[in-house]
């Protein structure tokens, strides 16, 4: 039961270190590209990155309730437990709408410097929801 449970947190920490870096990415990628005006280079990169930011974001959310039930539920009663699995299905949500921008972004023209800010904004706010849970994770306040 103990290696079970250190495996799977080997597996969430990994994920957190080379998975949820592609939010911030997201959000490089995005300003880089409404500063050099190409929302083209934007679609190539970004749908890739918040693909990637969902697996993450999944593999997250499975593995923390994987190990609550390794640790026969000793987590799900704390509230910075359930207050983590709200800001990440929040940051999935962020996710999703964050893909509907992009997808619906014009190839060309006027349109695209706002739609990009939004989707600046969109990662960079995703980026302050994963930086709470890192939080409610170490400290566990509650
Ligand atoms: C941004 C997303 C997340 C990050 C960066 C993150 C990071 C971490 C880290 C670094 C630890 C080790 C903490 C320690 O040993 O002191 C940890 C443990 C843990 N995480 Fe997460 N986590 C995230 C999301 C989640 C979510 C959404 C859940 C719940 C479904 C969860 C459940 C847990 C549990 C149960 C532990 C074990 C706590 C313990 O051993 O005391 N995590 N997490």
Redesign the pocket.
């Known amino acids: 039961m103990h290696n079970l ?1 250190t495996s799977v ?1 080997v597996v ?2 990994l ?3 080379l998975g ?1 870096g592609s939010i911030t990415s997201a959000g490089i990628v995005a300003t880089t590209a409404r500063r050099t005006q190409q929302v083209a280079m934007a679609s190539i990169w970004l749908f890739p990155l918040l693909r990637y930011a969902t697996f993450s ?1 999944v593999t ?6 994987l ?2 039930f390794v ?1 026969s539920g ?2 799900s009663a704390a509230w910075w ?1 359930r207050g ?2 709200l ?3 929040a ?1 999935g949500i962020l996710n999703g709408v964050m893909r509907r921008t992009i997808g619906a972004a014009p190839a060309h023209g006027e349109g695209e410097a706002p739609v990009l800010r939004r989707v600046e904004r969109l990662a960079y706010g995703m980026c302050a ?3 709470a ?2 939080i ?3 400290t ?1 306040p509650f």
């Open positions: 449970y947190l969430h920490i994920a957190a270190v949820l974001l997250m959310l499975t593995t923390g309730v190990l609550d640790a000793a987590f437990f983590s699995v800001l990440l299905l940051t929801l994963l930086g849970i890192t409610l994770m170490e566990k």
